[in-house]
């Protein structure tokens, strides 16, 4: 599995996810469903709403490497039934969560954001495993170059993890943010 962890404000977030859907990315949203239907983004200007209601989890597919549609599972929570997307149950699907700054024992907190995706997924017919693919392989590191570009590389205290800084979060720091553990302690 693939990660890339980056600090990145919610109207960066939008943006990085309006030009994906712009560059022909189909944003299915990544929550639980009251039925065995995916919920896809169908209008660019509905992402920020969507945002500002609270779905901060999406699959990224695209025609060019998503081969199967993604499989959803039941779930039952205080007596509901709810379907929730597997991303590595077809597929395969670029995986995407954004979590909203936060303050904690009087100190604000910039949580890290997170891309991936699942190098094997389950073939929905034969239910056995089969690669990615080298096309979402090659659509994960496209994407994740451009946020590279224009970023800065921080490190974990324990210098076993990195992550990326956006702009933004930048001037968030030099207000007075914090980037959330385990990368806490590392400059601007």
């Known amino acids: ?20 859907f712009a560059d022909g990315f189909r944003l299915c ?13 169908t209008e660019k200007e509905a992402i920020r709403g969507l945002l500002k209601s609270g779905q901060r989890a999406f699959l990224l597919e695209r025609d060019d490497f998503s081969r199967y549609p993604i499989k959803l599972r039941p779930v039952t929570r205080e007596g509901v039934e709810l379907w929730y997307p597997r991303a590595r149950e077809g597929g395969p699907a670029i995986e ?8 904690k024992d009087g100190s604000r907190f910039i949580a890290c954001s997170l891309f ?11 239910g056995g495993p089969e690669p990615a693919g080298d096309a979402v392989k090659a659509a994960y ?42 990368f806490e302690s590392q400059p601007p």
């Open 141 to 182: 590191r496209q994407l994740i170059a451009l946020l590279r570009k224009r970023s800065r590389r921080t490190q974990s205290k324990s210098k076993k993890r990195s992550a990326y800084v956006s702009p933004g979060t930048e001037a968030m720091l030099a207000e007075g943010w914090k980037l959330a553990p385990p």
């Open 1 to 20: 599995m693939a990660e890339f962890d980056y600090f990145v404000t919610a109207d960066e977030y939008a943006e990085l996810l309006e030009a994906a």
């Open 96 to 103: 995407t969560y954004f979590w909203e700054p936060y303050s």
């Open 29 to 41: 949203l990544n929550k639980n469903f009251p039925g065995p239907q995916g919920e896809y983004v």
């Open 116 to 126: 991936t995706y699942h190098a094997k997924i389950e073939n929905p017919t034969t």
